[in-house]
């Protein structure tokens, strides 16, 4: 019912940005919120950002300052701006729907709220 299509990844070489897009398909794109998770290979998938209905967001500590989540609601699609980019933020990065909208800031597992998932773009941060 919901697809996500995620795009922008690339490489770019440390201090560098990058803009990744997530188009969406289905119904009341407005009506929930969004997220970006990212997996290194061998490591587990872990948070990123989050923008819920209401516009309200919230990061990972360790991409705080660097990293900003918006959506365009007429185009149907969430970003994520990455400035100063690091090679730890190398990773395959997910988009993902909270339709049901079970997002709580305070879950252990926050993957857990999302229901939709993208296959993910490829960010690769040289030294």
Do not use: H
């Amino acid at each position: 019912q919901v697809q996500l299509v995620e795009s922008g990844g690339g490489l770019v070489q440390a201090g560098g940005s990058l803009r990744l897009s997530c188009a969406v398909s289905g119904p009341t794109f407005s009506r929930y919120g969004m997220g970006w998770f990212r997996q290194a290979p061998g490591k587990e998938r872990e948070f990123v950002a989050f923008v819920s209905w209401s516009d309200s967001t919230y990061y990972a500590d360790f991409v705080k300052g660097r990293f900003t989540i918006s959506r365009d609601i007429p185009k149907n699609t969430v970003y994520l701006q990455m400035s100063s980019l690091k090679p730890e933020d190398t990773a395959v990065y997910y988009c993902a729907a909270d339709v049901s909208r079970r997002w709580s800031s305070s879950s252990r597992r926050k993957s857990d709220a999302f229901e939709y998932w993208g296959r993910g773009t490829q960010v690769t941060v040289s030294s």
